[in-house]
């Protein structure tokens, strides 16, 4: 059903007079992008930025969720599936079902299989040149993992309540930095760069009301359409009574199918299905010559 409805929505797009053909379902490809969501409010007024991933890699996909990624304090991070959370710890503590879990400062966690990371609170950002000196008297980060999820870590565990640990070093507590991942490191930059632009125009404050960073199945997928050419051509020529055109649509899946793009695409374009397999297709020429001299 869900594919019938998507095949309707862009049967429509291209207009009552066309209908699609030369679609397989087998043939579409699957694949994850990863999405990076801020919230910037300067002077109350709020400013979106939203970056998309392009998909490297389209393959058969069976779940959405992200890349392994590294935590560090001092923040607190709420689990929202705390009972399909799992804790891997030293010695195999058994944590039981676990809601909260607070890394002290110098704490590193290993999250594995969360469909998103979501910002719980609003912070303030300070210009980078005072960051330094307001690190310490910043309130403590609160992030939510959304999906059945997994933490590793080595480190020292106090348990503060019913579903609530505290994570802390052995060491002497230093700030981390993930820098495993260049894609962070690209957005910290641009999002200090906005900021500092932003706290040039600012005369009040600037916060970051919304962090999230999740992951979309997307779907791609290539069809023809046949449209009906009434009354296109003169009376003198011959007059097809259908043309053929073909195109590519990418799709976000969720709990129906919706377009991101829709573009036409030729026979000499790689990404058709049927040139990826090297199999010849006389339905891939088009419908009528250009020009009523050409055979």
Do not use: C
């Not at 002290?104 to 950002?125: C, F, N, Q, W, Y």
């Not at 310490?136 to 480190?155: C, H, N, W």
């Not at 900021?195 to 992951?215: F, I, P, Q, Y």
């Amino acid at each position: 059903k869900m594919i019938t409805d998507f095949k309707e929505v862009i049967a429509k797009k291209l207009g009552a007079k066309s209908t699609i053909v030369d679609y397989d379902f087998s043939d579409s490809l699957m694949g994850q992008a990863t999405v990076y969501e801020f919230g910037l409010d300067v002077d109350g007024k709020v400013f979106p930025l939203k970056f998309v991933e392009d998909v490297k890699n389209w393959k058969s996909v069976d779940s959405s969720v992200l890349e392994p990624f590294d935590l560090s304090g001092p923040m607190e991070l709420w689990i929202q599936d705390g009972q399909d959370m799992r804790l891997s710890l030293p010695h195999d503590v058994d944590a039981g079902d676990v809601k909260k879990v607070v890394l002290s400062d110098g704490a590193t966690v290993t999250v594995r299989g969360a469909k998103a990371v979501v910002l719980r609170h609003p912070i303030e950002l300070p210009p980078s040149s005072l960051s330094n000196h307001l690190y310490l008297a910043s309130p403590l980060v609160s992030l939510r993992i959304v999906g059945p999820s997994s933490l590793t870590a080595r480190l020292k565990v106090k348990r503060l309540g019913p579903g609530q640990l505290q994570l802390s070093s052995g060491t002497w507590p230093l700030s981390s930095i993930n820098e495993s991942d260049p894609k962070l490191a690209i957005l910290q930059q641009i999002l200090s760069n906005t900021l500092d632009a932003a706290a040039e125009k600012s005369n009040g404050s600037t916060r970051l009301t919304h962090a999230e960073t999740s992951v979309q199945t997307m779907m791609k997928m290539a069809f023809g359409i046949e449209r009906r050419l009434d009354n296109l051509f003169p009376a003198w020529r011959t007059r097809p009574e259908v043309s053929r055109l073909h195109f590519e649509v990418l799709a976000k899946v969720e709990e129906e199918l919706k377009t991101e793009m829709l573009k036409q695409v030729f026979p000499d374009s790689a990404s058709e299905p049927d040139k990826r397999s090297a199999r010849p297709r006389l339905d891939l020429l088009p419908m009528f010559p250009p020009s009523p001299f050409t055979l």
